[in-house]
T-cell receptor, first 114, second 116 residues
Framework: AQSVAQPEDQVNVAEGNPLTVKCTYS??????LFWYVQYPNRGLQFLLK??????LVKGSYGFEAEFNKSQTSFHLKKPSALVSDSALYFC????????????FGRGTSLIVHP | DAGVIQSPRHEVTEMGQEVTLRCKPI?????LFWYRQTMMRGLELLIY????????DSGMPEDRFSAKMPNASFSTLKIQPSEPRDSAVYFC??????????????FGPGTRLTVL
């Protein structure tokens, strides 16, 4: 079985400050991990993925995520938040040896204040 | 390519009416997914197709929901009869086996359904 948890429904951060959106996962084997972003009134857009290799993954729009196997986490980060980063962020996981179909988290609303 | 196309973008209907949501996937993609998004339950996978064949419909909430994919370029999600608790945003997404291996799905803009 595979599951993913996003413990925060909402994250608030001031523009220019670093941001972190948390994600923890559970899989039977090894994980493939992903982040998607949803802007208002739009569909989800792929942001970045962890497959293997370097634990720090860089994605679009200056975002990065750090894979931590011991803590089963894949937190999304950005050094300096922009107001335009305000959106809904989804973490997803699938078991590397399992179905190609991922499990999505419930989503975290990121609000960046000017 | 125009991306995944969904219609209508907004639908308001009364309880008991039939609702049909439509999706055109990206040309060449052989996987198609229907999702439902609500505040209470987040993003739920309802059903997905591979090569026009339904593979897993375990997420379909009940018999009032049905989905078809008569050809590679068109899919429908039907709710009959509709109920107020069906109010949600419904997304269609498509992918191919290579993209899907790395979970890259392409989502449409969604249909916001309101059942009064």
């Amino acid at each position: 079985a595979q599951s993913v948890a996003q413990p925060e429904d909402q994250v608030n951060v001031a523009e220019g400050n670093p941001l972190t959106v948390k994600c923890t996962y559970s899989v039977s084997g090894n994980p493939y991990l992903f982040w998607y972003v949803q802007y208002p009134n739009r569909g989800l857009q792929f942001l970045l993925k962890y497959i293997t290799g370097d634990n720090l993954v860089k994605g679009s729009y200056g975002f990065e995520a750090e894979f931590n196997k011991s803590q089963t986490s894949f937190h999304l980060k950005k050094p300096s938040a922009l107001v335009s980063d305000s959106a809904l962020y989804f973490c997803a996981v699938r078991d590397r040896g399992g179905s190609y179909i991922p499990t999505f988290g419930r989503g975290t609303s990121l609000i960046v204040h000017p | 390519d125009a991306g995944v196309i969904q219609s209508p973008r907004h639908e308001v209907t009364e309880m008991g009416q039939e609702v049909t949501l439509r999706c055109k996937p990206i040309s060449g993609h052989d996987y198609l997914f229907w999702y439902r998004q609500t505040m209470m339950r987040g993003l739920e996978l309802l059903i997905y197709f591979n090569n026009n064949v339904p593979i897993d419909d375990s997420g379909m909430p009940e018999d009032r929901f049905s989905a078809k994919m008569p050809n590679a370029s068109f899919s429908t999600l039907k709710i009959q009869p509709s109920e107020p608790r069906d109010s949600a945003v419904y997304f269609c997404a498509s992918s191919d086996v290579d993209l899907l291996y790395y979970n890259e799905q392409f989502f449409g803009p969604g249909t916001r359904l309101t059942v009064l």
